[in-house]
């Protein structure tokens, strides 16, 4: 007979609880002392029992603010066509964003100088994309600037999507992607309150116009707790 540990056993007794009192997505769990108390068991055996239900995505932290209940996650197809705001609301979610810093990069990173033209300039966005109030990635993006001069001048809080098809009449299709764990940059870190060394999805779009030039580079870190990534050609 298969023996259940005390992480198995309070798990259970956990996730029972959450079931019962039916909290509602981004509520706040009480805290880990509350929380040893109402399961009756150590604090080491409670934080193994909130990381296992972290990675099943029921629950999320925030650093410094404690444990919260999870949002559904976001059905994310790197390959749509449609912008992220587009596809939320799509699936019933309200998005929101903001950009951080939008600045004419002198030194770009290596793979986004071999992915544009030759001594091409680069502008680098940083910024934020969330979810029913929660924000779930931050994003890090270079737009080739000898293809879109004066591009960071026209964002004005629009997508980026719009900003290319209003003022430069280009629509740009995915020419190749990169996922993995990575380990979540500072910047990020502090923009989405994840623990630091906390481990993230990234998402690498290389985005090109309809004659293949690459003109964007995206670097997308993802909390883990909020994205399910599935391919579809549409």
């Known amino acids: 007979m298969k023996n259940i540990s005390n992480v198995d056993i309070n798990r259970e007794r956990l996730e ?19 929380l040893c108390e109402l399961l009756d068991t150590r604090r080491m055996t409670l934080r193994q029992v909130l ?6 995505s029921l629950i999320f932290r925030k650093n410094r603010s404690g444990w919260f209940i999870a949002p559904k996650r976001f059905i994310y197809n790197p ?6 705001n587009a596809e939320a609301r799509a699936q019933g979610r309200q998005p929101f964003w903001g950009y951080l810093e939008e600045e004419q990069c002198e030194v770009p990173p290596l793979n986004v100088a071999k992915a544009f033209s030759d001594n091409s ?7 934020w994309c969330g979810l029913d109030g929660h924000k779930v990635f931050y994003h890090e993006s270079y737009i080739d600037a000898d293809f879109a001069p004066d591009f960071i001048k026209k964002i004005n809080n629009q997508s980026f999507a719009d900003v290319w098809e209003k003022e430069y009449g280009q629509f740009l299709s995915i020419k190749s992607m990169l996922f993995k764990p990575v380990k979540i940059p500072d910047q990020a870190c502090k923009e989405l309150g994840v623990a630091p060394n906390s481990f993230v999805i990234l998402v690498e779009k290389h985005r090109a116009t309809r004659e293949k030039r690459v003109v964007q580079v995206d670097f997308e870190y993802w909390r883990l707790e909020s994205v399910e990534l599935y391919i579809q050609d549409e």
Do not use: C, D, I, M
Not at 16 to 34: A, F, Y
Not at 79 to 84: H, I, P, T
Not at 121 to 127: D, E, H, K, L, N
């Open 121 to 127: 300039r680069s502008y680098r966005v940083t910024g």
């Open 16 to 34: 029972r609880w959450l079931s019962e009192t039916n909290l509602t997505p981004g509520s706040r769990l009480p805290s880990e002392r509350e």
């Open 79 to 84: 390959k749509a066509q449609s912008s992220f």
């Open 51 to 56: 990381l296992e239900l972290e990675v099943a």
